[in-house]
C-alpha cells in the first residue's frame, strides 16, 4: 500500500479507551486499536504512540475535587502508564513489537525517554509508546505528544477521537455544525476550537507540525489516514 507519512505520532485518549464504559480499559476497543496499530507496523510504518489517562484519573478534576494540582497531575500521569502497559500488552499479544517509555524513571517498568532511543526502537520496527505525558504538571497529554511528535521528527500527529474531524462547533449538541476539511491553526485559534489546548496548538503551529483529527474508533480508519484518503480534519 501506497502511504503518505513514513514516521506517524499518534495521540489516543484515555477516554476512548473506555468506550461505551465511561471508566477503566473496554477490552475489545483496546484490541481493535492494537490490530489497526499492528496492520501499520506490518506496512513498515514508524509508530510513536501517546496516550492521555482521563479513563482513570484527569489531573484537573482532582485539583477541582480539592487534591494539590501537582499531585493531582502526577497521578493522572501514571494512569496513562496504565493505559500504556495494556495497548503494549494487547500489541504484542497479536504478535506486533513495542516498547514502552516513561517521561519520569519508573524502571523497570518503562525505559527512561529519550528522543534518540525511542527513534531507535521505531528505526529497529517497535511501536514506542510514549506514557507519562510529558513529566510535569500543567501540562495536556496533547501538549506531550505535541513535544514529541516535533522531538521524534514525526511526519505528522495523528489525534484519534470520537468524532471524524473539527467542526464549526460540537456537532454532539449543534445539528448545524459543519466539518473542516483543512484548516489553518491561526483559523483554529481565531474561532477558537478546542482542537487541543493553546500550548499544543502553538508548539504545533511554530514547528510546523500537520496535525490530522479523525475518528479512531471506526476500525480501518487508521490505515485509510496513512494512504491519503480525505477523511477526517487536517490542521497546518
Same mark, same amino acid.
Given at each position: 500500500? *501506497?502511504?503518505?507519512? %513514513?514516521?506517524?505520532?499518534?495521540?489516543?485518549?484515555?477516554? +476512548?479507551?473506555?468506550?461505551?464504559?465511561?471508566?477503566?480499559?473496554?477490552?475489545?476497543?483496546?484490541?481493535?486499536?492494537?490490530?489497526?496499530?499492528?496492520?501499520?507496523?506490518?506496512?513498515?510504518?514508524? !509508530?510513536? !504512540?501517546?496516550?492521555?489517562?482521563? %479513563?482513570?484519573?484527569?489531573?484537573?478534576?482532582?485539583?477541582? +475535587?480539592?487534591?494539590?494540582?501537582? @499531585?493531582?497531575?502526577?497521578?493522572?500521569?501514571?494512569?496513562?502508564?496504565? %493505559?500504556?502497559?495494556?495497548?503494549? +500488552? &494487547?500489541?504484542?499479544?497479536?504478535?506486533?513489537?513495542?516498547?514502552?517509555?516513561?517521561?519520569?524513571?519508573?524502571?523497570?517498568?518503562?525505559?527512561?525517554?529519550?528522543? $534518540?532511543?525511542?527513534?531507535?526502537?521505531?528505526?529497529?520496527?517497535?511501536?514506542?509508546?510514549?506514557?507519562?505525558?510529558?513529566?510535569?504538571?500543567?501540562? #495536556?497529554?496533547?501538549?506531550?505528544?505535541?513535544?514529541?511528535?516535533?522531538?521524534?521528527? &514525526?511526519?505528522?500527529?495523528?489525534?484519534? @477521537? $470520537?468524532?471524524?474531524?473539527?467542526?464549526?462547533?460540537?456537532?454532539?449538541?449543534?445539528?448545524?455544525? @459543519?466539518?473542516?476539511?483543512?484548516?489553518?491553526?491561526?483559523?483554529?485559534?481565531?474561532?477558537?476550537?478546542?482542537?487541543?489546548?493553546?500550548?499544543? #496548538?502553538?508548539?504545533?503551529?511554530?514547528?510546523?507540525?500537520?496535525?490530522?483529527?479523525?475518528?479512531?474508533?471506526?476500525?480501518? *480508519?487508521?490505515?485509510?489516514? !496513512?494512504?491519503?484518503? %480525505?477523511?477526517?480534519?487536517?490542521?497546518?
Amino acid at each position: 500500500m *501506497n502511504t503518505r507519512y %513514513n514516521r506517524i505520532l499518534l495521540k489516543l485518549s484515555g477516554e +476512548s479507551l473506555a468506550a461505551g464504559q465511561g471508566h477503566g480499559i473496554d477490552t475489545k476497543r483496546l484490541n481493535q486499536y492494537a490490530e489497526q496499530i499492528k496492520q501499520l507496523q506490518d506496512q513498515g510504518i514508524q !509508530i510513536a !504512540i501517546v496516550i492521555g489517562g482521563g %479513563n482513570i484519573f484527569r489531573g484537573l478534576s482532582g485539583a477541582a +475535587s480539592g487534591l494539590d494540582r501537582v @499531585t493531582g497531575d502526577q497521578m493522572g500521569m501514571l494512569a496513562t502508564v496504565i %493505559n500504556a502497559l495494556a495497548l503494549r +500488552s &494487547a500489541i504484542e499479544g497479536i504478535g506486533g513489537a513495542a516498547e514502552l517509555f516513561t517521561a519520569i524513571n519508573m524502571y523497570p517498568i518503562g525505559t527512561y525517554y529519550s528522543n $534518540r532511543v525511542a527513534i531507535e526502537a521505531m528505526k529497529r520496527g517497535r511501536v514506542a509508546l510514549l506514557a507519562g505525558g510529558t513529566g510535569c504538571p500543567f501540562f #495536556t497529554t496533547d501538549t506531550g505528544a505535541a513535544l514529541r511528535a516535533v522531538e521524534l521528527r &514525526a511526519d505528522v500527529m495523528l489525534k484519534g @477521537t $470520537r468524532v471524524d474531524g473539527i467542526y464549526t462547533a460540537d456537532p454532539e449538541k449543534d445539528p448545524t455544525a @459543519t466539518k473542516f476539511d483543512r484548516i489553518s491553526y491561526d483559523e483554529v485559534l481565531a474561532r477558537g476550537l478546542k482542537v487541543m489546548d493553546l500550548t499544543a #496548538t502553538a508548539m504545533c503551529k511554530v514547528n510546523n507540525m500537520p496535525v490530522v483529527v479523525f475518528d479512531m474508533d471506526t476500525p480501518g *480508519n487508521l490505515e485509510r489516514v !496513512i494512504a491519503g484518503e %480525505n477523511i477526517g480534519t487536517t490542521v497546518y
